[in-house]
Every structure is written in C-alpha cells, then in structure tokens.
C-alpha cells in the first residue's frame, strides 16, 4: 500500500509507527510534528512548538505519549490525548538526532551532534547517564529490545555498543535520579554508569545509522562510504561478518526486519534496498522517481487507446479522417514518452541525454507539454555547457508565452548565452534542418534521407528497421505493405 501525504512544510526528518493504531507521526524540517491516519490518509493533529527542524520521534509502546528532540536541543515529552507538551528534557548542547523510548523502564535515550547520548528518565524528568566517548556527531542512538545494551552511530566513523546494565541495577526513584544527576555532573560526565562495551570500526566515512537485531545477536550499519556492514557480538568481543554494497551514495539509514531474515537500508541515491540477512545478496531496489512513474502511466493510458483504436468502426470518410489524425497524435506522445523514459537511462550519457531531450521537443504535443519539454531540453543542455543549443530551446520557450517563473529561467539563459555562443560538445541534432525521429533507434531522419514506415500508427523508422514489428504502437510490421488502418466499410468499397 502506497499512500502519498500531501503537505506544505517540505522534508519529513523522523518517522515513528504507533504500536497498535494506524499512526504514523512524522516530524517536519519546519519544527512542526504531524500525527497522520495511514489508512485514512488524513491529518489527525499538529504539534508546533519546537523552534528549527525535528529530527527525532517515538511513539510509547503502551502509554498515549511520544517523544521528539529538535534542532533547538530540546526534548519533548507529548501526551498525543490530551494534545500536551508534558515536559521539555534540557542538558545537550546542540542537534538532537533520534530519540526513543525504552520498552520497559521509564527511559529515553537521545543522540547529538554534541557527540554524546543521553539516558532520561521521563518519570522523574532527569537525565540519568550521559555516554561520552565519540569524537564526532552521534547520528543515532538505540536501546537494544531486550538486554541492557544501546548502540550508537557516529561521524567518527565507529559504531559503539554500551553496557547500561549498571543503570537497571540501581533504583529508578526520583530522588535517586537527582542525586547521581548532580554526582554525574561532578563527575564531569565521568559515565559513571555506561561504559561502552565494544567500538565497532571498518566504515571509512561517518557512519549515520546501527541498529540492533530483534532477537539475534547481530548489529547493521550504514555509512556515507555507501556501504552496508553486518557485525556479531558475544559476551566477550563483537567483530565485523560482511559488508552489502550496491548503493551509489551515502546510507542513512538501515535495520533488519522485525520478523523476516531481511536488511532495508535507505539511501542518498533515492532508492531502498532489501537484503537478504543470511546470504547477504540484494534482493530488491526500490526507486524513488516519481517522473518515472508518471511517464510510464501516461505510456500506458496511451498504448491503450493505439491498441483500442483497430476496434473501432466508423461509418463516414470523414470519422476516419477523425480516427487517422488520433492515431498520429497518440503515436507523437508514445515516442516522446518512450524517449524520456530512455534519457532516463541514460544519465551517465550527457550528449545522449542532450540529444533525447531536444528530439522530444520536436514530438507534435499539446502546447502545455511542449513547455515543459523544451524547458527540459533548455536545462539538460544548458548544465552540460552547450549554450548556443539551450539558446535556441530558451527562444522557442520564450514564443510559447509559457508561465512567469519558465520565462525567468529562459531569459537568464538567453542573456547567459548571448555573452557565449558556444557549444561544449557536438550533438547529432540539427535543428536548423527538418526531421522525423526514428520509432526505434531514436535518432533523427533528416529531409531527403530514406526512412520506412509503420502501415498503422505511421511512425517512420531508419531503413534496417525493415521487417521487425514497429517499436511505437507494438502492433505492425515495419515497411509491410499493408493497407493501413482500415476501420469503415467505405474504404474497402
Ligand atoms: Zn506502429
């Protein structure tokens, strides 16, 4: 199930799953903490009273309170019934990265980029332990879901396990909180009552993300290395077992699955990927592009009405004039959506991309979408250095009278171009010279050079194209010679 939840504040930095009830809580880059129904789609309530961007959040597993810690070093205890900040935890000197409540003991553990982490005991409203010991940003800090152990990640580039058995062993009362609160403090955050247990290093770069293993005694991690490490530990000493790669940019984050033998891990390079725990293979890639989506669903709704249209019978010469002209305008939009699906691909090609880009906006669309193609066009070659082309895709942007913001960009690159006419590289795309665009191979048939046809949606191809099935409406045979659409007893006559 995919749901999309539309929202104005931009970029969501923490998520947390209510335990039992359909909840997501999701916290906001502008400090404002959005409550969602994930079946219903619909906001439920806001809580607004952090200043700056929250990064973490935590649902209680039984109680109706969550947790959050912003940028404004604060931490906050909310009751989500009664729509209250219960309380705010004061004490870390700068970013809080992730909060989370103990399963069982009044606790709460928060990671900062003040390179330490916190133990909060939310009954008596103290902090009860400060882990010291990295020497970077702790990005993450978690309880381990049963022992009295937590991990933590670091821009140091380790990932460090504490023992917090100490911490259980002794009373939970208020006023013995207060007391080892102020010793603690003489002790200037001596850690008296963590020790870290073992300090995981292999990453080369910051590590953002370790996380325990529900029930085995595994940790994973994720690092701006781009790396996936898994680590075992035993009583006595903890080592690395394997490291998963594939993603192309920095991991932030990363678990294994609370109940199959799988790692997801989220990554910079807009994708999550599914591991297998055991064979430690990837199994599936999920990517974020939600143009790509778009693209093949409007590809689909178009191949629909090509493939639909043999079906239909018209009576006049002139419907068939009607239903020809449809023909030839759904088959411009399935070329120009399979060539910006296959500039998608090639985004380690930029004189290929280029060349895509421009060929689409010479597809006969709908004004609206020729804005939007030679728009493109205008950006992919302008950002490859090849001003004089993006020139002439901004000027015919400029002739279509497009929206105000489109005409800014096109005027500051025609001023940028008209001081350049240059371009960097050589493209195979002449506008200058009329052309039609090969149904399969996607490069321009200029006037005068032999192309063959498609007898149905009439796309025109280079000539070995000859004989394969036509690769815009999937339905006829390249240069056959056919009759052509035939959908009136008046054209058999
Ligand atoms: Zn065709």
């Known amino acids: 199930m995919l749901t999309k939840f539309e929202t104005k504040s931009n970029r969501v930095k923490g998520l947390t799953f209510h335990p039992k009830r359909p909840w997501i809580l999701a916290s906001l880059h502008s400090g404002v903490i959005q409550l969602w129904d994930y079946r219903m789609g619909t906001l439920i309530d806001r809580f607004d009273e952090h200043e700056g961007p929250v990064r973490g959040v935590h649902f209680h597993n039984s109680q109706p309170l969550f947790v959050s810690g912003g940028d404004d070093y604060k931490i906050k205890v909310w009751n989500h019934k009664t729509h209250r900040c219960l309380f705010t935890l004061l004490g870390h000197l700068d970013y809080i990265r992730t909060v989370q409540f103990h399963h069982e003991n009044p606790w709460i553990v928060s990671a900062s980029d003040d390179q330490t982490i916190r133990i909060w005991n939310w009954q008596s409203r103290t902090c009860i332990s400060v882990l010291t010991g990295h020497n970077h940003y702790v990005m993450c800090a978690s309880f381990h879901p049963k022992e009295d152990l937590v991990v933590s990640a670091s821009l140091?580039?380790?990932?460090?396990?504490?023992?917090?058995?100490?911490?259980?062993?002794?009373?939970?009362?208020?006023?013995?909180?207060?007391?080892?609160?102020?010793?603690?403090?003489?002790?200037?955050?001596?850690?008296?009552?963590?020790?870290?247990?073992?300090?995981?290093?292999?990453?080369?770069?910051?590590?953002?993300?370790?996380?325990?293993?529900?029930?085995?005694?595994?940790?994973?991690?994720?690092?701006?290395?781009?790396?996936?490490?898994?680590?075992?530990?035993?009583?006595?000493?903890?080592?690395?077992?394997?490291?998963?790669?594939?993603?192309?940019?920095?991991?932030?984050?990363?678990?294994?699955?609370?109940?199959?033998?799988?790692?997801?891990?989220?990554?910079?390079?807009?994708?999550?990927?599914?591991?297998?725990?055991?064979?430690?293979?990837?199994?599936?890639?999920?990517?974020?592009?939600?143009?790509?989506?778009?693209?093949?669903?409007?590809?689909?709704?178009?191949?629909?009405?090509?493939?639909?249209?043999?079906?239909?019978?018209?009576?006049?010469?002139?419907?068939?004039?009607?239903?020809?002209?449809?023909?030839?305008?759904?088959?411009?939009?399935?070329?120009?959506?399979?060539?910006?699906?296959?500039?998608?691909?090639?985004?380690?090609?930029?004189?290929?991309?280029?060349?895509?880009?421009?060929?689409?906006?010479?597809?006969?669309?709908?004004?609206?979408?020729?804005?939007?193609?030679?728009?493109?066009?205008?950006?992919?070659?302008?950002?490859?250095?090849?001003?004089?082309?993006?020139?002439?895709?901004?000027?015919?942007?400029?002739?279509?009278?497009?929206?105000?913001?489109?005409?800014?960009?096109?005027?500051?690159?025609?001023?940028?171009?008209?001081?350049?006419m240059t371009d960097a590289t050589e493209l195979n795309y002449d506008f200058r010279n009329p052309f039609v665009i090969c149904g399969s191979t996607y490069v321009p048939i200029y006037r005068g050079q032999k192309d063959v046809s498609c007898p149905y949606c009439t796309a025109r191809f280079v000539p070995n194209q000859e004989g394969n099935i036509c690769g815009v409406c999937d339905l006829a045979v390249i240069g056959a010679d056919a009759s052509g659409l035939v959908c009136s007893p008046s054209q058999v006559r």
């Open 156 to 420: 140091d580039q380790t990932v460090r396990v504490w023992d917090i058995g100490s911490l259980k062993k002794k009373s939970v009362s208020p006023a013995d909180d207060l007391m080892r609160f102020t010793q603690m403090n003489s002790d200037l955050f001596g850690g008296v009552d963590a020790i870290v247990k073992y300090v995981l290093e292999g990453h080369d770069r910051g590590v953002n993300w370790a996380s325990f293993h529900p029930t085995l005694p595994l940790i994973v991690s994720g690092a701006d290395d781009r790396q996936v490490k898994l680590w075992r530990m035993n009583e006595t000493k903890a080592w690395e077992v394997d490291t998963l790669r594939g993603h192309m940019n920095n991991v932030s984050s990363v678990m294994f699955h609370a109940k199959q033998d799988i790692i997801v891990s989220n990554s910079e390079d807009k994708s999550i990927r599914v591991w297998d725990a055991t064979k430690r293979t990837g199994i599936q890639t999920f990517r974020r592009e939600h143009d790509r989506f778009w693209i093949l669903a409007a590809l689909r709704l178009f191949l629909s009405i090509l493939h639909t249209i043999p079906l239909v019978v018209v009576e006049s010469r002139s419907e068939v004039d009607e239903v020809k002209e449809l023909v030839t305008i759904v088959k411009e939009y399935v070329l120009g959506l399979k060539m910006e699906l296959k500039r998608r691909e090639t985004r380690d090609d930029p004189v290929r991309q280029q060349e895509l880009a421009a060929y689409f906006t010479h597809c006969n669309l709908q004004l609206p979408h020729l804005r939007l193609a030679l728009f493109s066009a205008m950006g992919v070659c302008y950002k490859a250095r090849n001003l004089a082309t993006a020139y002439n895709f901004a000027k015919r942007l400029l002739e279509t009278n497009p929206m105000e913001s489109q005409a800014k960009t096109a005027r500051q690159i025609v001023q940028a171009a008209e001081r350049n």
